[in-house]
């Protein structure tokens, strides 16, 4: 029941995550639904200009959706270590970015986004492994 429950969850994040990567137009195009005043306090009191402030929230928001990527694989191989999930979303990445320089002329393909991506699934990972060594452990019942 538990692998079920897994696979379903990485079938929605596979599916979002295509969604995403290979949309025709950037997800944050004309986002205005969301209020991002308090993103550009943050900003202005960094000392930021608005475009460095832009990429950062970008490269943070790309570390992010890759992080469930790197969890959801130590899930399931559960004798892999965090260097796996970094692999594999460095992979990953690496095909979304390709695929939108081959098939959306209207999308970038960014180096910056597969080393966020790359560092989400690792970080991913290693939550996964730092969980495993904090839980304690079952004796073995014979």
Excluded: C
């Excluded at 970008?58 to 992080?67: G, R």
Aim: hydrophobic share 55%; charged share 15%; proline share 5%.
């Amino acid at each position: 029941m538990r692998s079920r429950w897994l696979l379903l969850a990485a079938g929605a994040y596979a599916l979002a995550l295509a969604l995403i990567g290979l949309w025709k137009t950037p997800v944050d195009r004309n986002v205005a639904v969301v209020d991002l005043a308090p993103v550009a306090w943050t900003i202005d009191r960094l000392g930021l200009d608005p475009w460095q402030g832009y990429d950062l929230v970008e490269f943070t928001a790309n570390i992010a959706l890759f992080v469930p990527l790197g969890v959801l694989l130590l899930l399931w191989w559960r004798h892999r270590g965090w260097l796996h999930a970094a692999g594999v979303a460095f992979a990953t990445s690496l095909t979304i970015e390709i695929l939108q320089q081959l098939l959306r002329p209207e999308r970038f393909a960014s180096v910056s986004d597969v080393v966020a991506n790359t560092a989400g699934g690792a970080i991913g990972g290693l939550l996964v492994v730092a969980g495993r060594r904090l839980r304690p452990r079952q004796p073995v019942s014979r």
